[in-house]
């Protein structure tokens, strides 16, 4: 009897977590919703959420809030949006420091597949490879040829340690065996004014970031770092077009809730998502600024950071880049 009472008992309070579920997903949204940005505003999550959030309110049909919470290369944002209520008023814009930081730090106070539920792909955009026109290279294999020169003294700059833009020129040196230092700046802005200074001749910036210094004629971009041409600079070869098959490189930015979510939220998150990014105004804006719209269901979303977090981990490990 205590047995049968004991699961009759356990029955009974699934149904009614399944059912208050049902109702919160039934009234949702009924108020607010907060996005946490973990950046500083003006970077590609802050530029991507403000965008959507032209057409995304309308859509809910509540006001969205961002939030920027800037702090450890996305950790301080990505911990508290990972220990708030999983009612869906409480969300994550996040980009490739997700699954990078997995395997950047030993210690990390969330978990990127476990704490988080993917909702959809926002934005999307390739690195590129950036040279200072003092150099003597107009495309990838001059650059590596002078890179293995014995004269050669080469360095390429980034943003910061563990950011995407150091990666990306990790990855390049593992895969194509140039010899080129590091330097790490803090930030994309002193890595600017340092690159058309010649102080660092390489460098493997997103577009928002160099593409304007590259149409003034200040820097030379040599290729794009993701699989296919980008759209904005279409007469740019990429890395793989290049000699170097399978190099597929890009920065992305997509929303999150934190696990345990309702799926009916989830699902009502992700068809607003894409809705809002069909947007006439919305693509405008991102079209502005140098930013490919990104588009995905949670399932494939879910896909996706399996084998990016399979890429940068195994890059990471035998690089021993580590920021602990």
């Known amino acids: 009897m205590l047995r049968r009472s ?16 049902l109702l919160l997903a039934q009234n949702y949204p009924s108020k607010a919703i907060r996005v946490i940005v973990p950046f500083p505003p003006g970077g590609a999550n802050d530029i991507a959420m403000r965008t959507l959030n032209i057409g995304l309110p309308g859509l809910l ?3 969205v809030v961002i939030d920027n919470r800037a702090g450890a290369g996305g950790n301080v944002g990505a911990e508290i949006a990972a220990k708030t209520p999983p009612d869906g008023y409480t969300l994550l814009m996040a980009n490739n420091s997700l699954t990078i930081n997995a395997s950047l730090y ?18 999307t955009s390739p690195n ?19 890179s293995k020169a014995k004269s050669s003294n080469l360095s390429f700059g980034s943003p910061g340690p563990g950011t995407g833009s150091h990666l990306a020129g990790e990855l390049f040196k593992a895969r194509t065996g140039c010899n080129i230092l590091h330097v790490a700046y803090k930030g994309a802005g002193p ?5 058309i200074g010649g102080h660092v001749e390489v460098s493997f910036t997103a577009p928002i970031v160099s593409k304007p210094h590259i149409d003034s004629g200040k820097l030379r971009a040599l290729a794009v770092t993701s699989e296919k041409r ?40 992700a068809r607003d998502v894409n809705k809002a990014l069909e947007l006439r105004e919305v693509k405008e804006h991102f079209l502005a600024a140098s930013i490919e719209i990104g588009s995905s269901t949670p399932e494939s979303l879910n896909q996706f950071l399996k084998k990016d977090f399979a890429i940068w981990d195994k890059l990471i490990k035998a690089q021993h880049i580590s920021l602990d």
């Open 191 to 195: 890595l600017m004014v340092e690159q």
């Open 128 to 146: 590129m490879v950036v040279v200072h026109p003092s150099l003597p290279v107009k495309n990838v294999r001059q650059l590596i040829s002078l």
């Open 6 to 21: 004991s699961v009759s008992h356990g029955l009974l309070a699934c149904l009614m977590l399944s059912q208050g579920g």
């Open 106 to 123: 030993k210690k990390l106070p969330y978990d990127p597949f476990r704490d988080f539920a993917p909702i959809a792909m926002t934005a």
């Open 230 to 269: 980008w759209s904005a600079m279409a007469q740019l070869p990429t890395v793989a077009e290049s000699g170097y098959p399978d190099f597929d490189v890009y920065v992305w930015v997509a929303l999150f809730a934190p696990a345990g979510t309702p799926d009916a939220i989830i699902s009502r998150l």
């Open 61 to 63: 049909g509540q006001t």
